[in-house]
């Protein structure tokens, strides 16, 4: 009797705590019925159930897109007494991206796009995962209350892959209605670390993203007597090859930045020369010293083309920033980075905490911050890939489906349960007694 008490005892103490089965029902949940940007209703509604069920205060249908349409986000607010106030971020949405990975709970979904267009719909970015860190984070933070004080406030974003989900979310009074947070925390899933490893990096996580449509006009004609007009593919070309040598010519070689044309469409017929050529350009760089050469660069290119072609003035190129796709870079507060990380090591051991690397992808969650960084704020990931693969990976042997992409087959359980661990010793140890 005793003995079998004994074991017990220290089976509890020292096995590793089993992943809640309701969580990783949740997961799966999430997982096989993915939502696009805009449209995570079913997502909000249900992760607004759980927190309501897991005791905090929530409220629905919070944020505001710039065309004045209603966003799903999802605020839920612990009050524990006197302390700081803790936002901790998870975004919702899935990726447009038909999934491939034969997982039992793969999803199915399709939707129709903004274009009108039939799409596969999968949580290709992880966000399913987040979204089940932050439930599994809410349970944990109720439980054990007695272990902190202060405010922690869940916020469930809908549209970071549009980047417009935070900004709508502050835009609807996120701070005025809920408080403005002394700090926020985010989490996100990565393709470049071992299941269950957290990666804290202090400094610039993410990029930021500068979106910018191009319209190279021309005088259009017909494709036998070029000279009569002036051909805008001809100077879409010499545009494209001009842009390239921004980064490689102008910019500071350690500060990263990224010029790519990811979209170009003129022309109908082969003997007509069209009026016009439209390119889609994506830009990124960690510093705004950089995103300023870049925009300038494109800017002084386009136009200079349009010059050396004897264009006139009245068919100078247009280029124009896509304000609602564009963001700032996200940094990881340097001192809080390093807090984060200690309370992380201390719950989780040193082997799974490394010092995390920056990406040229870009976040959302930067939005929080405010400009010029004004709340502390630190985004940390968590590994989804299993050790073994990983490491042939890096070894050249084999090819890890990263994110956004229709393969990609998080490692889920553990790195949930590593997640809400970690989330959950960085949360306690913020809101200290
Ligand atoms: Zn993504
Ligand atoms: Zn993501």
Redo the contacts with the bound molecule.
């Keep these: 009797m005793k003995s079998s008490w004994f074991a017990t005892a220290l089976y509890l103490a020292f096995a590793p705590p089993v992943l809640a089965d309701a969580l990783f029902d949740f997961y799966q949940q999430l997982h096989a019925n993915p939502e696009l940007s805009h449209f995570e209703t079913n997502t909000a509604a249900l992760l607004a159930t759980e927190l309501r069920k897991a005791g905090f205060q929530v409220t629905a249908g919070v944020g505001k897109y710039i065309d004045g349409s209603q966003a799903h986000g999802v605020v839920a607010v612990l009050q524990n007494g006197t302390g700081p106030r803790l936002l901790i971020r998870a975004?919702m949405d899935a990726l447009p991206i038909a999934e491939e990975t034969n997982l039992p709970y793969a999803s199915k979904v399709t939707s129709t796009n903004a274009a009108g267009q039939q799409v596969g719909v999968m949580h290709a970015?992880?966000?399913d995962l987040?979204t089940t860190t932050l439930l599994g984070t809410a349970r944990e933070m109720a439980a054990r209350r007695s272990e902190w004080q202060g405010t922690l406030v869940l916020v469930g974003q809908p549209s970071?892959?549009t980047l417009d989900g935070a900004q709508a979310m502050l835009r609807d009074g996120l701070y005025q209605r809920f408080g403005k947070p002394d700090m926020a925390l985010a989490m996100?899933?990565s393709a470049g670390l071992a299941t269950g490893v957290i990666g804290v990096y202090a400094g610039a996580t993410h990029a930021a993203v500068t979106s910018i449509d191009v319209t190279i006009r021309g005088v259009g004609g017909h494709g036998a007597a070029p000279h009569r007009g002036k051909d805008p593919v001809v100077m879409a070309a010499q545009f494209i090859n001009q842009i390239q040598t921004i980064v490689s010519r102008n910019q500071d070689p350690l500060d990263p930045a990224v010029v790519t044309v990811g979209s170009i469409h003129g022309g109908t017929k082969r003997n007509i020369i069209p009026d016009e050529v439209k390119l889609e350009l994506t830009t990124r760089a960690h510093s705004e010293k950089a995103m300023n050469i870049i925009v300038a660069g494109i800017q002084q290119a386009a136009e200079g083309i349009a010059v050396s072609n004897g264009l006139p003035a009245e068919r100078k190129p247009i280029v124009k920033i896509i304000e609602t796709e564009t963001g700032p870079a996200n940094i990881n507060d340097k001192k809080l980075a390093l807090k984060v990380k200690a309370a992380i090591t201390a719950a989780l051991g040193s082997d799974r905490v490394n010092d995390g690397f920056p990406i040229m992808?870009s976040?959302d969650f930067a939005r929080y911050s405010l400009q010029g960084q004004q709340i502390p704020t630190v985004l940390f990931n968590v590994g989804v890939i299993p050790a073994g693969l990983l490491a042939q990976a890096k070894a050249g042997k084999v090819q890890v489906a990263g994110?956004?992409t229709s393969k990609f087959a998080p490692e889920a359980e553990p790195a949930i349960q590593a997640g809400v661990q970690a989330m959950t010793a960085a949360a306690i140890d913020l809101l200290q007694k």
């Design positions: 975004d970015c992880g966000h987040h970071e892959e996100h899933v992808g976040e994110t956004h």
